[in-house]
Nanobody
Framework: VQLQASGGGLVQAGGSLRLSCAASGHTFSSYVMAWFRQAPGKDREFVAAISWPGDSTRYYAESVKGRFTISRDNAKNTMDLQMNSLNPLDTAVYYC????????????????WGQGTLVTVSS
């Protein structure tokens, strides 16, 4: 499956952004979808994941719980990440990823990755 992330940009602290991930090439609904991020000088970390359509359970890192919302539209083969109440610590390159297996927060379990989209939050 091919993934294309978009929607990043520059936003002030307290603002909002919506990231999107478009998928193509395989049956989108067969994959657990997730967002990861990598801040400058840090390792890539899990942000959020959403399970298969029949379940669609959502999982969040503690650092974004209550501020970020992950969703998917299987008819359009897209996944979104609504990010509210952004702060400078959210500055990172955000990646979307897909896994044919059960949900996991470990990046090694995801087989497919988008190219990343940069989110910069100014103070």
């Amino acid at each position: 499956v091919q993934l294309q992330a978009s929607g990043g940009g520059l936003v002030q602290a307290g603002g909002s952004l919506r990231l999107s991930c478009a998928a193509s090439g395989h049956t989108f609904s067969s994959y657990v979808m997730a967002w990861f991020r990598q801040a400058p000088g840090k390792d890539r970390e899990f942000v959020a994941a959403i399970s298969w359509p029949g379940d669609s359970t959502r999982y969040y890192a503690e650092s974004v719980k209550g501020r970020f919302t992950i969703s998917r539209d299987n008819a359009k083969n897209t996944m979104d990440l609504q990010m509210n109440s952004l702060n400078p610590l959210d500055t990172a390159v955000y990646y979307c990823a897909a896994s044919p297996r059960s949900w996991t927060k470990y990046e090694g379990d995801y087989d497919y990755w988008g190219q990343g989209t940069l989110v910069t939050v100014s103070s």
